[in-house]
DNA sequence: TATGCACCCTGAAGCCACTATAGGGTCAAG
DNA sequence: CTTGACCCTATAGTGGCTTCAGGGTGCATA
């Protein structure tokens, strides 16, 4: 298989997986004649699992401890489940906080009183508490 | 002011400071004999500014469209609403994302049975589908 | 006077996870 | 024999900073 099939089958750009070769997460494959890359059924899984996982939100550091850990089946779960509820604690996070900041912008939106610039709540709400004579700098 | 004080009062590292300045958010201030930065009360409101729409999600091009139209007080409020729009859109969008990930990685969480990874849900839902038989195509 | 120390300077590189670009080579079809 | 789809390497760019290397400044203390 050359590296544009396994593209396709995998729904990742060719640049992707070169990348993921050079990051040391898929293993070379053999080459061509004309030095094109050769793929086994092995590499699709290996880069199946991959993309998976960062469509689950692990970075490529977490995908790496996870196919180490996927390849030995005798290791302890609860290594994954470590990795997998930081990943879940840090969505909670990211939820919290882009929830407040929707919260605000909507308020600041809805505030939104006159026609220009100078009645605007929103730029009203960036600006600093002094809007006294000298406003720019220079 | 010198650039450590500017950053203290805005919450702001150094060297942030001073990559607002080289990407043209924040203009240049004078210098002192030594060369030192100094800084006037325009400098800390604009650096204000830059600082309240980040904590609000803006992206820098965002921030330098809103500076642009904070100081016209004539310009039309619409198109910084457009731009407060785009960031709530944006913002759903990340929320939609981030709740259906989660949903998945506690459902795999909540699934995983046995205390090694060859009885891992989380593992097996990743792997790719060829240990025995198809699983879940997507 | 020397010395220490906190602060300041510039310029470049590093971070993440790719993406894009330049400048070529390979291969099968027409 | 040329076209065009595909492949190769190496390098730089993205955003929004952060860190590093290698210095200079300014003030207090020994």
Redesign the pocket.
Known sequence: M????L?KRTHT????I???EKEGLLPAPG???????IYEQAHLNRLSF?RRS?DLGF???QVRKLMKLADDRDAPCAEVNAITAANIAEIDRKLADLGALRAELVRRLECCEGPTIADCRIIEALAPDTREGKQRPE
Chains 1, 2 share one sequence.
């Open positions: 050359k590296i544009g099939d593209a750009r060719v640049e992707t070169r990348f993921y080459r061509s004649g004309g030095n094109y890359r991959i960062r970075t490529l550091d």
